[in-house]
């Protein structure tokens, strides 16, 4: 149980939850005794089988902080929002084909009750959307099937020469399938501009939101590629062969909607790294879009472009050389944190993947990186004030962190813009790791975000919510 109360002295506004009350029961496998009487395949699947249930209610409020110097109690009270959910989820893994495919079937199941919903009505003299809320209790239910599907495949290639240099590509192909039916009543009615119809959720105010109002299935799909150069080197004495990494990464991803009437395909998203050196490398990422385009407007339309002859566009395209400057054995622990991530590759971890330098490292003692992105963007609405099909930015950004002590570490970050001959962010951050405990100090003193903060937090994920934050402009320095 828990009580926590947050004051944002730009909007004025105090947000209290008292109380917060969680439950949660962690993975626990019931059919391992039924394992034990199984064997090969069937046995797998139930040893794997687990079940989790979470349980959590919880009273809020957001409020003008002035409510609170004139202790005007009674009208807090109305801004409370309450409400209990639960969550409980079912997943195994199956080892397919001699275990060199796993897939990982789950379903999640949420129950949420709230206390109070809201009502949409029509305004004639402002022709505007209105919205009510009222004390009523409501239920709504979410639940979702999603089936993964993974492997690693290894392909070798042999090329001619003295040297015997073998290639190798290491594919990771990802795919799943998540479908979530509509299992809530929503609402119909002609609430919109000039009466247009509207269909909603009672609960998209409420303290446990609930926006879906329609039936959702997504074929998601991603593939991470690494290709990797062993050759005979008279340098290596152990072994007589050195190898080296061309390409760190190549990821291509995107899902398929099978529930939407048109462009049911997404756009692609395109990243790869490559280390030329072990003090450069180079980063390019981008969003493809296989659909066609009016060439006058630039505006994406819904048929394929293969079916005029073209195959598509990249919507934005960045280009990243960054030149990364820290003793030798760092080096050797950046190069680790890679092949960590590459081991667990997912969406999550891949900007990290991409930018390894970036991370936060107390074994690091300093390190300094120098970049420069160049990116380019497709033009989806011409005008007579925006002629130009592509737009394009240069920016320099110059990262870097000092280890002062063992457990205090400065860092700092900061843009400069070619165009505008201007520094356009910058971020300073002093941190000290406290082993069980994390304390952290972030300052932006230009762009538009200027702020700090001060936290003090749990490094254990268990008690992530055990936090102190505080948090305001500059202007109070």
Not at 313 to 335: D, G, P, V, Y
Not at 440 to 460: M, Q
Request: proline share 3%; glycine share 4%.
């Amino acid at each position: 149980m828990k009580l926590s109360m947050r004051q944002n002295s730009l909007s004025k506004n105090i947000s209290l939850s008292a109380p917060v009350l969680n439950f949660n029961v962690t993975r626990f496998s019931p059919l391992k005794k039924i394992a034990q009487r199984k064997r090969g395949f069937v046995k797998e699947v139930y040893q794997r089988f687990g079940v989790s249930y979470s349980f959590e209610a919880q009273n809020r409020s957001t409020f003008s902080d002035s409510l609170l110097q004139q202790n005007r109690y009674d009208l807090i009270k109305d801004e409370f929002l309450n409400g209990v959910k639960q969550n409980a989820q079912l997943l195994t893994v199956i080892p397919l084909f001699r275990n060199t495919w796993k897939l990982t079937p789950s379903v999640n199941y949420s129950n949420m009750i709230n206390f109070q919903q809201i009502r949409k009505g029509y305004d004639v003299v402002n022709n505007t959307t209105i919205k009510d809320t009222i004390q009523k209790a409501g239920m709504a239910h979410q639940l979702s099937f999603k089936a993964q599907l993974n492997t690693s495949v290894y392909s070798y290639y042999r090329f001619i020469g003295k040297r015997k240099t073998l290639m190798r590509h290491v594919l990771m192909p990802t795919f799943s399938f998540d479908y979530s039916p509509q299992l809530n009543t929503s609402i119909a009615d002609s609430v919109g501009v000039n009466q247009e119809p509207v269909t909603y959720s009672p609960f998209e105010q409420s303290l446990y939101r609930v926006t879906q109002t329609k039936d959702r299935a997504l074929i998601n799909f991603g593939f991470n590629n690494t290709f990797e150069l062993k050759f005979k080197s008279e340098k290596d004495t152990l072994t007589g062969f050195k190898k080296k990494r061309i390409i760190d990464a190549l990821s291509i991803s995107g899902n398929y909607d099978l529930l939407k009437d048109s462009m049911q395909l997404s756009n692609f998203r395109v990243a790869m790294r490559t280390s030329p050196a072990k003090w450069m490398n180079h980063v390019i990422n981008a969003t493809f879009s296989p659909y066609d385009w009016i060439d006058s407007t630039g505006k994406t339309i819904k048929d394929y472009a293969l079916n005029n002859g073209r195959l598509g566009r990249f919507l934005t395209t960045s280009f990243a050389t960054t030149f990364t400057f820290t003793s030798k054995e760092s080096r050797k622990k950046i190069h680790e944190s890679i092949e960590q991530i590459s081991q667990n590759w997912n969406s999550d971890f891949e900007y990290f993947y991409l930018h390894p330098e970036y991370v936060l490292n107390f074994d690091i003692p300093w390190k300094l990186s120098l970049s420069h992105v160049y990116t380019i963007t497709a033009n989806t609405n011409i005008t007579a004030n925006s002629p130009n099909k592509i737009k394009s930015i240069q920016t320099l950004m110059i990262n870097g962190d000092l280890s002062f002590t063992r457990r205090w570490k400065l860092s700092a970050t900061t843009n400069f813009d070619f165009e505008t001959k201007k520094i356009t962010n910058a971020r300073f951050s002093l941190n000290r790791n406290m082993h069980c405990w994390t304390l952290a100090f972030h300052w932006v003193p230009i762009g538009g975000n200027k702020s700090f903060l001060f936290s003090i937090r749990s490094s254990s994920s268990l008690f992530k919510d055990a936090k102190i934050d505080i948090k305001r402009p500059p202007v109070f320095f």
